[in-house]
């Protein structure tokens, strides 16, 4: 029905710092400017007609993945502003069921 299937959203923080060693020898760590991005995949059941949707979606209000957009978090049910990471993967499951792989990026 389009929903999030259970167990299947997943995310990461990347890593935000450098590390760099110094004369002595001693590892330091520095933080890098801006805001700490998290890296999200989820997969999603939807019909041949949603389907249809997320593509036009993806190719024309996000211009094939450049433009940015809302999306409410599966977990804290806020706005947040993402980013498509890859473009939207799917995967006939059965009748005009299909399994659809999203790979997203938080700032």
Not at 5 to 13: K, M, N
Not at 26 to 38: F, I, L, N, Q, Y
């Amino acid at each position: 029905d389009g929903h999030i299937l259970a167990g299947t959203w997943s995310e990461q923080r990347r890593v935000h710092f450098r590390e760099f060693e110094t004369d002595s020898g001693r590892v330091m760590r520095s933080k890098m400017p801006g805001t700490p991005e998290t890296d999200f995949r989820g997969e999603f059941n939807l019909t041949g007609s949603e389907v249809t949707d997320l593509e036009s979606f993806y190719a024309v209000d996000c211009a094939e993945g450049v433009n940015d957009f809302w999306l409410e978090h599966p977990m804290t049910g806020g706005l947040d502003v993402f980013r498509w990471a890859a473009p939207p993967e799917f995967s006939h499951v059965a009748g005009n069921i299909y399994r659809v792989t999203l790979s997203l990026v938080r700032e």
